[in-house]
Nanobody, 118 residues
C-alpha cells in the first residue's frame, strides 16, 4: 500500500502563488508515475500534471502550462505542485496520486482545497 497526504491549500487572490505538498510513504517501489489532479465543484476530476517515478518525462494540462510546476524531493519522499499566477478557475480540491506498476492511478490522497478569489 501507498499512503499520500496533501497539504498547502488555502484561500488566495487571483495572481497569487501557492505550493502544494504531497508526502508519500509505503510500498512505492512498484509505482510507475505520480501526479496531481483536481476537481472543481460540479465537475469531473481532471488531470493537472504528472511525472515518471524514476524521473524524466513531465506532462501538464494545457490549462496550467507555464503557470504550474510539478517536482519531487527524493530525500523527503515528497512531491510538490508550485502554482503561480492563480486564476479563479483554478479553484478546486487538489489530489495527489501514484500509479501501480501498470500505470493506473491506484493510490490517492485525501485532497486539499484551493480557492482563488477574483
Amino acid at each position: 500500500q501507498v499512503q499520500l497526504v496533501e497539504s498547502g491549500g488555502g484561500l488566495v487572490q487571483a495572481g497569487d502563488s501557492l505550493r502544494l505538498s504531497c508526502a508519500i510513504s509505503g510500498r512505492t517501489s512498484s509505482s510507475y508515475a505520480m501526479g496531481w489532479f483536481r476537481q472543481a465543484p460540479g465537475k469531473e476530476r481532471e488531470f493537472v500534471a504528472d511525472m515518471y517515478w524514476r524521473g524524466g518525462s513531465i506532462s501538464y494540462a494545457d490549462s496550467v502550462k507555464g503557470r504550474f510546476t510539478i517536482s519531487r524531493d527524493n530525500a523527503k519522499n515528497t512531491m510538490y505542485l508550485q502554482m503561480n499566477s492563480l486564476k479563479p478557475e483554478d479553484t478546486a480540491i487538489y489530489y495527489c496520486a501514484v500509479t501501480n506498476i501498470n500505470g493506473q492511478y491506484d493510490f490517492w490522497g485525501q485532497g486539499t482545497q484551493v480557492t482563488v478569489s477574483s
